[in-house]
């Protein structure tokens, strides 16, 4: 009964490679966010969707695109994969848009290796 | 723009000792605050959060943490360390009306017995 799940949880791919990141909450949030931690574990807000609309778009390279079918789903799609982008992604949900109050509820994060 | 400082990358302590992880927030308007834990190869959860009601907040795993407007702190604390505790620890700040929530750089807290 995971509550937000992403998939895949490990992916490990080459350089110039496109891939995509599944994320899928059933907690009937309205809000979702894609995070990007880095190898010494800051977290970096990438994107954010409220209702299927993008609310926040943060300095991010226009290879990454998110997508949101519904409000229940936020996947990412990464174009020409670059060594930079290895890191930990992580989904995450939350109720209300961005009001601040609500906590985030957070996947368990795709490791993804760029080689 | 808000910001959140952790002082201390890394705490070591004791099973049985004091926890104090130390948080600092900067917000133009009153904001929300919360602290959440990453055990490995984990996502975060939810410790507890500030929302302007009680200053003293408590919250999972017999943590709490204190809203200080005067410091800007907003420190979180535990009586007595658990092996179990040992984590990495996040402070994280929302101004709301249409920001995200911004996280501090984290404090990896390691129990010894």
């Known amino acids: 009964d995971t509550a937000v799940s992403q998939t895949p949880k490990y992916l490990v791919t080459q350089m110039g490679n496109d891939k995509s990141i599944k994320c899928e909450q059933n907690?009937?949030?309205?809000?979702m966010y894609w995070y990007k931690q880095d190898s010494k574990k800051f977290l970096k807000i990438m994107f954010s969707?409220?209702?299927?609309?993008?609310?926040i778009n943060e300095t991010v390279p226009n290879r990454f695109s998110p997508k949101s079918p519904d409000k229940a789903h936020l996947n990412l799609h990464i174009n020409s994969l670059e060594l930079g982008d290895s890191a930990v992604y992580f989904c995450?949900?939350?109720?209300?848009?961005?009001?601040?109050?609500?906590?985030?509820?957070f996947g368990n994060g795709t490791r993804l290796t760029v080689t | 723009a808000q910001s959140v400082t952790q002082l201390g990358s890394h705490v070591s302590v004791s099973e049985g000792a004091l926890v104090l992880l130390r948080c600092n927030y900067s917000?133009?308007?009153?904001?929300?605050l919360f602290w959440y834990v990453q055990y490995p190869n984990q996502g975060l959860q939810l410790l507890l959060k500030?929302?302007?009601?009680?200053?003293l907040v408590k919250g999972i795993n017999g943590f709490e943490a204190e809203f200080k407007k005067s410091e800007t702190s907003f420190h979180l604390t535990k009586p007595s360390a658990h092996m179990s505790d040992a984590a990495e620890y996040f402070c994280?700040?929302?101004?709301?009306?249409?920001?995200?929530?911004?996280f501090g750089k984290g404090t990896t807290l390691s129990v010894s017995s």
């Open positions: 995450a949900s939350s109720q209300g848009g961005l009001r601040g109050n609500s906590p985030l509820h």
């Open positions: 907690l009937g949030h309205d809000t």
């Open positions: 969707y409220n209702n299927k609309e993008l609310i």
């Open positions: 917000s133009s308007v009153p904001p929300y």
């Open positions: 500030y929302t302007s009601a009680a200053t």
């Open positions: 994280a700040v929302s101004e709301g009306g249409g920001t995200a929530l911004i």
